[in-house]
């Protein structure tokens, strides 16, 4: 279904996602894929679709409504021998299966003095903006960006989406893994510009004001880009742990100004700590205070109407740059 | 039965048509079950549902133009626009939410018998869920506690089959909920959940047994999901047939047979109930089309309660 | 045991919230507690102590070992007529009954539009210096304060141990109450210098340097500003929801310098967002970069050595402090 | 189970004289279980146990010397003195780790047996628990998915009357777990915890049923917690009588009355045994007393790896 000028390598985010576990799986023989439903039927969100035939059920496991339990499991799993990628079907259940995260996977390998290797991926995925409710609809990198002992990543990009799952995949340590449903649709190179885990990316070069952001709002600020005039410089977090503030810091260096920019609940969001750091690091180079634009305080209300006015906008992303270059 | 029917029937529709936004999870199949529930409790009682829980609302009385508008996500809807079918609340019937977490209404049934227990109310309180989510932690933890504080609290799981596109005898080596019951200590009944009297006659024994004092009943309501999982699935991993052979146990027919045959009501009667129950439903999508979107204002009130 | 110097109402940490509680109870026939051993035995740490004999096993009410259970029956019964005041023994046990604190308490009143009210209050502990190892040390608060829906509370003095848990109780929304056990002995007058809820105290005045705490860390604060030579202005934070930013802002108007403490883990900790929003709001004001002092992003470990060393010591806090004062 | 108990009595005094830190958890009366499963293991089986694992991690090999030093907080403790007495472990014997967290053991052990059904590894995993974490919903999620997937899991139940300060009896209505484990699909024993012959009999036979591809198996060891549920713990809460009673079922004695009966072993052997014990724990006293603290650079080291 490409257009004429789409590169041939052009696929949509979920099947990026797709192709990156079937690489994984594919190329270490310890790596399966556990979670409700992923197998026979793909997955709810199809993600999954075809592993299970092309791999059996040995390989990719459908479980019980029992996330406590896979999720422990899978951690169990990967202190000994395989290599798991468990999938939490929306990150909002985290409610349910905290403790395997928390308090085994992100600390064994600390407590046991690194003899405990934990090479595990807790897929989960985000993306308000589909009335799905308060109970669906959650944004919470955040937290796992403030436990030691988790990388914390967040594919914006249909190659990044397939590469950084890989990476996440091969690495040692567990990996939160936060995929964005209203990016699942979206088509994109996945041979585009490679990058390391742990790189951030320069999505949109520009003078004025640097833009950070991750997850969704990545197409919000490159639309925000394109309206002008301010020339913005859009950063593409890709993971939050690790967190490329080298990036981030040489850009703000350039522009004088930084706007942080996500789709989770603003106050004591991870925006917060990007601003904090930048405002010490960069007190006598910035010309204006950091912004910082996320979700007001409230719950996500079920109405449409309602949805779209919490989350930021193009128009409000570019409104803010704009008042930045403005004041300063 | 009849009014859940046409409500379900014609949310599916206006979900696919794209009326409806969100998520829907609809209960067509199950409706005696609702009704057989509803129908035993008294005004005052509990229940705390599920995704699926449109039936089980409108069976306790709520209020069908208020729950459209709420689905449609309008200002007037009965949570404001801000629940939607996952989250259809109204707790001045005594209905304290349909619920997305899969589980999670029975710790809050629970503490709804708590509250009714120790502040001497005699009011029963009944968590629905479905078979899936007997194996949560949730189920687990919560019938137990039931179990020993002797909570007024009827854990009703309608077994539908499926619980998602999996078949839920695979998702377990005990797939009978009543023998799990036993492990708590709580007594339980299987029943024919397309048969509403069977239903609703074991409610009102449990609900009997609760107000004495002599704490919780499992029912297992054995029944068949009709539609997919949520609106839109196509629902591969159904085997051939078994649909067909469970629409040949359709809850209203059934019910409809049997007053016939004991003359309690003519067909006319019948004819007339679902005429009105189409009525009811159409009124309230004319309504609900009408209604404006929530007041912007809405996103930001009810954080907090001061 | 007091002192020939104490006041008369000069009592310990945990006795204050056991006076607290017994308020609570007394004074409305819908208030229980609820949690493991908080009955007969009078809880781990002995908080509870004399509460079941005095009121009783309808009040007062022990649990298994079930948190997922009993939060959210607590939830429950908040919603139906109970005020529960539920304890979750150590903060970092949140990982096994997250999803009643998260998922139904913080946004069942919001969903409803208003009609189901839930006075739920969740006591839990921290306390990172006594060994307890890293499953049993964290203070994850900055998770709390992330969620719409929650107030949290973290009271550092004896009088607010009573006067913070009975306003919690009597709040109509749901509350996460933070004590810290390393304060549990700590002894202090408990009808010192009344503060609602939501307001910050100035537990020092000063010139120099704006010290934002709660906790434990207050008295190393304090400690710190005892010190000298700089003069330190010492804000005990109170709560975090509501997050009193009017006492923050009028005090670093005046000393243009801010030094955030906290017990957390400082990368993506609840400091952050302090720090945040000072560098937006007073960015012409300050004097020097927003600075913060927290734990490093490890997992607590056993050692009391260790742990030491990773906990902000009023030493370190002096010398952040003398360090601004030292910039500009 | 003569080390498991000079170690155990002499942690018991060193913590109360204040030279181990933290919080302990000794398992003295409770020796046979942790001998007779450990003995029955294999080299590389797995275990997975709880805040009160001494026993289990000494039965299973575990160095009494790295395990003292471990819990004096030394740098050359077995963890580098960040995990201590909830926290030992030794992967390369198997030991996943006490586990401070109620219930955590339980997953662990079911992802340990996936692991060795997956690369037909044979390994058998055992998950410790006490009755108090059975209301968990960590325990039934995990015994389900054991069940399910056939896994060569082994979860042994130390049923020591007490969870913390409660009498576990009344924390549920069922309090047999052997019951509990029927509605997973579960096979069980009950097994005199105290005596190290019939857990090891137990144990024996559940492994062997692992090997053969039969899937888990509960054991439920009666036993009994000499000690409070922390060291310092003045247990006002047990009747009066019982622990005297419990204290005349002493494992220890029970084995070596039957060991003396049959000629297995004599008077002097088993005082022999029972001396090196003894010298092994005081010898790993007296190194993890000169040993010295975690260089400080060990606080940011283990945090990834890469
Ligand atoms: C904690 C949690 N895990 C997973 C889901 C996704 N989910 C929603 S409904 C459902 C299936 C529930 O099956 P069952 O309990 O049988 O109810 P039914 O849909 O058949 O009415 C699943 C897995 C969820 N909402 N919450
Ligand atoms: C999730 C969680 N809840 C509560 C605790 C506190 N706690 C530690 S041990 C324990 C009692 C455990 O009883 P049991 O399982 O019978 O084990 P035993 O102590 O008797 O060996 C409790 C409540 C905990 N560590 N983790
Ligand atoms: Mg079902
Ligand atoms: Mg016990």
């Known amino acids: 279904m490409s257009s004429a000028t789409e590169p041939a390598t052009e696929i949509r985010y979920i099947d990026a996602l797709n192709a990156g576990m079937a690489t994984a799986i594919e190329e270490d023989e310890r790596v399966v894929l556990i979670g409700i439903d992923v197998g026979a039927s793909g997955g709810i969100f199809r993600v999954t679709k075809g592993l299970f035939d092309r791999f059996g059920p040995e390989r990719v496991i459908d479980t019980p409504i029992s996330e406590m339990g896979f999720v422990g499991a899978a951690v169990g799993a990967a202190m000994t021998g395989l290599r798991p990628i468990v999938e939490i079907m929306f990150m909002d259940f985290v409610g349910v299966c905290m403790d395997p995260i928390l308090n085994q996977a992100a600390k064994l390998r600390y407590m046991t003095a690194g003899a405990l290797e934990i090479p595990v991926v807790f897929r989960m995925q985000t993306g308000a903006g589909k009335s799905a409710g308060a109970q669906h609809s959650q944004s919470l990198e955040a937290w796992f960006a403030h436990i030691p002992g988790l990388k914390v990543v967040m594919p914006a990009t249909v190659a990044d989406a397939r590469d950084l799952l890989l990476e996440s995949v091969r690495d040692p340590n567990p990996v939160v893994f936060v995929e964005n449903r209203r990016l699942y649709a979206s088509k994109g190179d996945v041979e585009a510009d490679p990058l390391p885990l742990g790189k951030a990316r320069v999505a949109q070069a520009g003078d004025d004001v640097t833009v950070v952001t991750w997850g969704q709002m990545l197409r919000r600020c490159l639309a925000a880009a394109d309206e002008g005039p301010a020339s913005l410089e859009v950063i593409d977090l890709r993971s939050l742990v690790p967190l490329d503030m080298e990036t981030v810091i040489e850009s703000v260096q350039r522009t004088g100004r930084l706007l942080i920019v996500h789709e989770a609940v603003q106050d004591f969001g991870a925006g917060a700590e990007i601003a904090a750091r930048v405002g010490d690091q960069l007190f006598d180079e910035l010309r204006t205070p950091v912004r910082r634009l996320g979700a007001p305080s409230v719950p996500m209300p079920f109405s449409p109407d309602l949805e779209r006015a919490l989350l930021p906008t193009s128009k409000a992303i570019s409104a803010a740059a704009q008042a930045l270059k403005a004041e300063g | ?306």
């Open chain 2, 1 to 306: 039965m009849a009014l859940i029917r046409a409500f379900e029937t014609r949310v599916a529709e206006l979900y696919r048509d794209g009326e409806i936004p969100g998520f829907v999870h609809t209960s067509l199949g199950q409706e005696a079950v609702a009704a057989g529930v509803g129908g035993a409790l008294q005004d005052d009682d509990y229940i705390a549902t599920t995704h699926r829980g449109h039936g089980h609302c409108l069976a306790r009385g709520m209020d069908v133009n208020g729950m459209m508008a709420e689905l449609f996500a309008r200002g007037e809807g009965l949570c404001h626009g801000k629940g939607g079918s996952m989250h259809v609340a109204d707790p001045s019937q005594g209905v304290l939410g349909a619920n997305a977490i899969v589980g999670a209404s029975l710790p809050l049934a629970v503490g709804a018998g708590m509250s009714s227990k120790l502040l001497g109310q005699g009011r029963v309180a009944v968590a629905f869920f479905g078979e899936g989510a007997v194996n949560q932690g949730a189920f687990h933890e919560a019938a137990n506690l039931a179990a020993i504080w002797d909570l007024p609290t009827i854990l009703v799981c309608e077994n539908n089959v499926y619980a998602e596109f999996s078949d839920s005898r695979t998702l377990t080596r005990v797939p009978s909920i009543v023998e799990r019951a036993a492990s708590y200590g709580i007594e339980a009944a299987i029943v024919d959940g397309n048969d509403v009297d069977a239903v609703y006659r074991r409610t009102i024994d449990a609900a009997a047994r609760c107000r004495d004092g002599r704490g919780p009943f499992l029912i297992e309501a054995e029944t068949y999901r009709w539609h997919g999982h949520y609106e839109g699935d196509a629902q591969p991993y159904k085997p051939e047939g078994e649909s067909e052979e469970w629409r040949e146990k359709d809850p209203l027919e059934i019910s409809a047979a049997r007053l016939l045959r004991s003359g309690e009501a003519g067909a006319e009667e019948l004819e007339g109930i679902r005429a009105e129950a189409s009525e009811r439903v159409e009124s309230a999508i004319e309504r609900a089309r009408e209604l404006p979107a929530p007041d912007p204002e809405e996103a930001y009130a009810d954080v907090f309660g001061d």
